[in-house]
């Protein structure tokens, strides 16, 4: 049987095909399929599937899963199925990532189904999909299963990489059109010929795409170790799409306590399509059955790979070392014909991390001496890291929004405290906004010279009750002091400069004590940064010493604000995967 589904009906025992839309993050109905088999099912599994494809590919598995006591959802990813959205474009790789996050939280709302029982099966492009939304919002699901994962797409002609972002820059919504057919995928006829009548499969994907998938898949590889669930990986011998190499680094470097590996030496890549796919769902189920409700996870309050990579970045390299070398010649030409631009020269003055190298950074436009400093600054604003931090911006200001409607919503008065920060452009800009409902705000610093240009430009906006006061966000006893107790608290671009998880922790639990239950807490996190090395071997920070930065799996952060009694409710993602903001709530004691 099939029909719209409405939540809140009661399912009957016995399988219960169904078809339903939910709300994305911007507004777009996404379609999905489940297949319920009872209310008394303990379990839940949702399937993504393979780019070009959707989710009515996935009924057989689904239907094995359903038999093995399992209710079952399948998205079509957007820009796919009967989703919205051009085919093959589905506005940009990260867009997949925040559509599943909203999937998981529409399954929360709509059917009671936490994270930590699901168990995340996907496939090919869809594989990647899952990964990153289990390591760039720290989702505790259940299991993760990845079915021939596309980490690494065969493209066969040489250079592929950098002509598509040649083509990208001059053709922002260019497309090409896949090669595959369906013969590379499977060798069962029937269903080769079955991929080649389905009206709803399409060969196109889009240039930002297939390079937000590329670019997905280096840094998952490179961050494996931030997953802390167990993995599963299943990897086609017989691959003409997709790289197993890169399925292995990955594996690899997975230091979860639970991961298994399977190799399919026979078999094509459309793994769940293929001659032996029964031997495929067996393992698939197998391996689920396994996991144990108890099975250790790592310690997510303290990611040893990343913390370790502090402690490196700490040291110099060896004087032998080419590196070092490189670093000097870098920073050497920073030092020189670098501050041609006004963002290098403020950065070499007051430090790249200061106030006014952030207002740089955050206005975005290119100056300098010349044209060749406007050029360098250009370059210089371009960086993945600084694009990074105008989006987490335009983040931190959708959660204050958030934030304050649902504290607005609910009667409550809106007491901001600003834990860190420095002049504050961005609260003053919410301030603004909401200056009916926010009665009061104090923002704080440990810099006197932040705090008086936070104060003329508060006097410049005219916002007469924000205040700023010199605090030290890691003295939990001055949070006793605090008056009018906050209901809203942020604290942005902080913890990622401390790598020690104790004080973040003591930090957090302050904070905790003297919020009531309902305050609201805005976070930021740092997961994952390409430039981690080039910004403290070369870079200095306002202090005038070497930049380093401690990255955080996202499950880590969320794990020390959890601790400290805060409950996640929502996050926010760049297109990158670099920087994070996150809404949570003061949970009872």
């Known amino acids: 049987m099939t029909r719209l589904l409405d939540p809140a009906s009661h399912i009957e025992v016995g399988v219960q095909?169904?078809?339903?839309?939910?709300?994305?993050?911007?507004?777009q109905q996404?379609?999905?399929?489940?297949?319920?088999?009872?209310?008394?099912?303990?379990?839940?599994?949702?399937?993504?599937?393979?780019?070009?494809e959707h989710s009515g590919r996935l009924g057989e598995l689904a239907e094995a899963l359903v038999g093995g006591g399992w209710n079952v959802f399948a998205v079509d990813l957007r820009g796919h199925g009967r989703s919205p959205g051009e085919r093959g474009g589905g506005q940009s790789f990260a867009q997949l990532v925040r559509d599943l996050d909203s999937f998981a939280r529409h399954l929360h709302e709509h059917y009671q189904v936490e994270a930590q029982d699901i168990d995340l099966i996907a496939h090919s492009v869809g594989a990647v999909v899952a990964a990153a939304w289990v390591h760039d919002f720290g989702a505790p699901v259940r299991s993760l299963t990845l079915v021939a994962p596309a980490f690494r797409v065969r493209l066969y002609v040489p250079l592929a990489i950098p002509g598509l972002r040649l083509m990208k820059a001059i053709r922002p919504r260019s497309f090409v059109k896949s090669y595959v057919k369906p013969g590379m995928l499977t060798g069962d006829a029937e269903q080769a010929r079955n991929y080649a009548a389905d009206p709803l499969?399409?060969?196109q994907i889009s240039v930002p795409m297939l390079l937000g998938l590329h670019d997905a898949g280096t840094r998952l590889i490179d961050s494996a170790?931030?997953?802390?669930?167990p993995v599963m990986v299943l990897s086609a011998g017989t691959d003409w799409v997709v790289k197993s190499s890169a399925q292995?680094?990955?594996?690899?470097?997975?230091?979860t306590h639970t991961k298994q590996w399977r190799d399919y030496p026979k078999l094509r890549h459309d793994l769940l399509h293929e001659t032996d796919r029964s031997q495929v769902f067996s393992d698939i189920t197998a391996f689920l059955h396994g996991i144990s409700e108890s099975d250790d996870r790592l310690d997510t309050q303290r990611d040893s790979e990343k913390a370790a990579a502090v402690e490196r970045l700490k040291h110099p390299l060896p004087i032998w070392s080419p590196r070092r070398w490189m670093w000097a010649a870098t920073r050497g030409f920073l030092k020189t014909i670098g501050r041609l631009s006004a963002g290098i020269s403020l950065g070499w003055r007051e430090g790249f991390d200061a106030g006014n190298s952030l207002d740089h950074v955050y206005r975005n436009k290119a100056t300098g001496f010349s044209p060749l400093g406007c050029l360098i600054d250009r370059v210089y604003l371009d960086s993945a890291g600084w694009r990074g931090i105008r989006e987490r911006r335009e983040?931190?200001?959708?959660?204050?929004?958030?934030?304050?409607?649902?504290?607005?919503?609910?009667?409550?008065?809106?007491?901001?405290?600003?834990?860190?920060s420095g002049p504050g452009?961005?609260?003053?800009?919410?301030?603004?906004?909401?200056?009916s409902a926010i009665s009061h705000a104090r923002l704080c610093d440990c810099r006197d010279s932040e705090l008086e240009r936070g104060r003329a430009l508060a006097a410049e906006m005219g916002l007469n009750h924000v205040i700023y006061e010199s605090r030290d966000a890691f003295d939990p006893q001055a949070m006793h002091m605090l008056s009018p107790v906050p209901t809203l608290a942020i604290v942005s671009g902080l913890y990622e400069l401390f790598p020690d998880n104790g004080m973040v922790q003591r930090s957090l639990n302050g904070l905790a004590t003297v919020m009531k239950p309902g305050g609201m807490l805005i976070y930021t996190n740092q997961p994952w940064h390409p430039q981690l090395e080039f910004i403290a071997r070369v870079l200095t920070n306002r202090e005038g010493v070497p930049w380093v930065m401690r990255c955080r799996s996202q499950a880590e952060m969320d794990g020390l604000v959890a601790r400290a009694g805060f409950t996640k409710m929502r996050q926010w993602m760049g297109e990158d995967g670099i920087f994070t903001v996150s809404l949570a709530m003061r949970s009872q004691p």
């Not at 170790?225 to 669930?229: E, G, W």
């Not at 983040?395 to 860190?420: E, K, P």
Request: aromatic residues 10%; hydrophobic residues 45%.
């Open 201 to 203: 499969i399409f060969r």
């Open 425 to 435: 452009r961005y609260v003053l800009d919410a301030v603004k906004r909401h200056e």
């Open 30 to 52: 996404i379609f999905y399929r489940s297949w319920k088999c009872s209310e008394a099912a303990v379990r839940t599994a949702i399937l993504v599937h393979r780019g070009h």
């Open 395 to 420: 983040h931190l200001a959708a959660a204050l929004d958030d934030a304050v409607r649902t504290l607005s919503n609910r009667g409550q008065s809106v007491q901001l405290m600003d834990m860190a």
């Open 248 to 255: 292995r680094k990955y594996f690899e470097r997975l230091t």
């Open 17 to 27: 095909k169904c078809e339903s839309t939910f709300a994305a993050d911007d507004g």
């Open 225 to 229: 170790s931030a997953i802390h669930v």
